[in-house]
Nanobody, 125 residues
């Protein structure tokens, strides 16, 4: 019912910036809660940032707070992740996730019903 397609990944030097996009389709009611997660090789998938479509409330992981900004464009049905002051530790496959409701923590990947295919972000030192 809900489909998510990420784009914007690539190679960037440490200290640089990159903007990821997540194009969403399907009823807005089924994707009111949206988030970005990332997964590095050999690591578990971890929470990055969250945004609620209705109202626009946001929440960030401590590791990216102050450097990353999540936003949404209702007209384009797109969620963005603006990444600045990138570090090599940010290297990972970034995934967009969505759910119609969340009971518990918005940082738990188990709360999300829909996932994109992922986009690779590589930060060189």
């Amino acid at each position: 019912q809900v489909q998510l397609v990420e784009s914007g990944g690539g190679l960037v030097q440490a200290g640089g910036s990159l903007r990821l996009s997540c194009a969403a389709s399907g009823r807005t009611f089924s994707r009111d809660f949206m988030a970005w997660f990332r997964q590095a090789p050999g690591k578990e998938r971890e929470f990055v940032a969250f945004i609620r479509w209705s109202g626009g409330s946001t929440y960030y992981a401590d590791s990216v707070k102050g450097r990353f900004t999540i936003s949404r464009d209702n007209a384009k049905n797109t969620v963005y992740l603006q990444m600045s002051s990138l570090k090599p530790e940010d290297t990972a496959v970034y995934y967009c996730a969505a759910s119609g409701s969340v009971i518990g923590s918005v940082t738990s990947l188990r709360q999300y019903d829909y996932w994109g295919q992922g986009t690779q972000v590589t930060v060189s030192s």
